[in-house]
């Protein structure tokens, strides 16, 4: 077997230093679910109005976000921001602020799908049974939004965790940058040690999304 | 024959420019079964459901047990647990089983007690041959099992009137019967119904009077004998003509008769 460089990591505190960096991958991703999830549900209420204003509002927004690269916006609000307005903002709260950005305007579409295809019907029988329209949406609508929603935000999630590989542009040390540190010091010590690190790393990902993955899918055929 | 229990006085309904419904005025007396017919688009479902308030009306005024049924009435959600309204497309909830489908608006719209609500409904379902299906989800009923929960959903409110929207039009052919089945029993029984069908032989057998409405007003009532032996009105007569075919191939006369 060809040497992959593993030895690599149990050298000082290497392995320990990558968990800090997957860590501080799963922090900003986490942080930023736990502010985009309300206010994506919020959004997503906001875009189902009829309402021409609010419609085109929430409609340039979510086009934006969805179509900038999230890498332009992270340098957008990391460098644009300090240049222009002088602020001095971390590269980690200016990941976890484009982050939350993208996955308000994401999950604000999820909801806004899972509203309007609960079908008219649905609100009809309910009223025919005489239900009221509190309970229509306390028994009827939100728990029906609720089993389309779940596996769409859970994978919005695995899919915001990835991504954070990008902020180790605006000089956030997160895994990968560890990862790219550690072969930098072993270079001469271990020439292959590129392989072994960053098969750690990705099998650190996979670690963190494929139980959130495995959720998603049995929520899915458990409510089909 | 009872009291009057739903009256319908002078009901105009627009969709804009169009006018859906109008001038049209109707009685239904209690234990009496009203059939609708008509071609389509002449407002037989607006009708229906016009009489459980899911359309606002321009003009008339509908009355249930002498009280008027308004959009706007704070009694609005109470009037309604009155009418039984069954859909041609059922519209069960799909998150809940056929049982919690059927108990949910009892125990919480009528506060009725969870065990009670629930006898009812597994009495109601095996009436109509689905006991054992009580904990499935919609999706795993058939069309014409889940039409019959959901005329079970209806009936488990005890309304005093109930109406069908062509329960029938949605399903195969040979899911038709056992709703149409379904529907004769509760004749039977008595109840009050306002029947919207296409199912004519059916509207026979079922109808105190029918109605042969076309363009949104109401252009023949009769008895069913004498609406589909006699209709009086050529519209009536040239909408029952759609119905029946002529035989273009000669089969051997009567012998293929005499066969059968």
């Given at each position: 077997m060809p040497d992959l460089g593993f030895e690599v990591l149990l050298k000082g505190k290497n392995f320990a230093r990558l968990m800090g960096g997957l860590w501080v991958a799963l922090r900003i991703s986490l942080i930023s679910v736990v502010i985009s999830i309300p206010l994506g549900i919020l959004l997503g209420i906001v875009m189902t109005w009829k309402n021409p204003i609010s419609r085109v509002l929430t409609r340039i927004y979510l086009e934006i976000i969805r179509i900038m690269p999230q890498l332009v916006l992270l340098f957008l609000v990391f460098f644009g921001t300090t240049r222009t307005f002088g602020w001095d903002i971390s590269g980690e709260l200016a990941s976890i602020i484009v982050f939350s950005l993208w996955g308000t305007a994401e999950m604000g579409d999820l909801v806004r799908g899972a509203l309007i295809s609960i079908p008219i019907h649905q609100y009809e029988s309910a009223s025919a049974l005489g239900l009221s329209s509190g309970q229509t949406f306390l028994y009827i609508i939100i728990p029906q939004t609720i089993r389309r929603l779940i596996p769409l935000s859970i994978n919005l999630i695995t899919r915001m965790i990835k991504t954070t590989s990008l902020v180790l542009m605006i000089g956030v040390v997160e895994v990968l940058k560890v990862a790219q540190q550690i072969i930098e010091a072993n270079r001469m010590a271990s020439p292959n040690a590129a392989f072994g690190i960053y098969l750690t790393v990705f099998i650190l990902y996979f670690l963190a999304c494929w139980p959130i993955s495995l959720v998603a899918k049995a929520l899915e055929r458990r409510w089909q | 024959m009872g009291r009057e229990l739903l009256s319908i006085e002078h009901l105009t309904k627009r969709y804009g420019d169009l006018t859906?419904?109008?001038?049209l005025s109707l009685t239904v007396q209690e234990g009496q079964v009203i059939v609708i017919v008509g071609p389509?688009?002449?407002?037989k479902s607006t009708l229906l459901r016009c009489i459980n308030a899911l359309e606002p009306i321009q003009g008339g005024i509908i009355k249930l047990d002498g009280q008027e049924i308004d959009?706007?009435?704070?009694k609005l959600p109470e009037l309604r647990q009155k009418i039984g309204m069954v859909f041609q497309s059922y519209d069960?909830?799909?998150?809940?089983?056929a049982l919690d489908n059927i108990t949910l608006a009892p125990i919480k719209?009528?506060?009725?007690?969870k065990a009670e609500v629930e006898a009812e409904a597994l009495q109601l379902l095996e009436r109509v041959g689905l006991k054992d299906r009580?904990?499935?989800?919609?999706?795993?009923?058939?069309g014409g099992q889940k039409q019959r929960v959901a005329i079970v959903r209806a009936l488990c409110m005890h309304p005093e009137i109930m109406l069908f929207d062509?329960?029938?039009?949605?399903?195969d052919p040979e899911m038709v019967r056992e709703v149409l089945d379904v529907l004769l029993d509760l004749a039977k029984q008595g109840r009050t119904m306002l029947i919207v069908t296409h199912e004519m032989q059916f509207a026979r057998a079922v109808a105190d009077q029918v109605i042969f409405l076309d363009g949104g007003q109401i252009v023949e009532q009769a008895p069913p004998d004498q609406f589909f032996e006699?209709?009086?009105t050529q519209r009536a007569q040239k909408f029952l003509n759609t119905f029946t075919f002529e035989t273009?191939?000669?089969?051997?006369g009567n012998d293929y008769e005499n066969q059968a």
């Open positions: - | 859906v419904l109008e001038d389509s688009g002449c407002g959009r706007d009435t704070k069960l909830f799909p998150h809940l089983t719209v009528q506060k009725r007690k009580a904990g499935d989800y919609p999706r795993q009923l058939s062509e329960v029938t039009a949605a399903l006699h209709p009086k273009i191939k000669n089969h051997g």
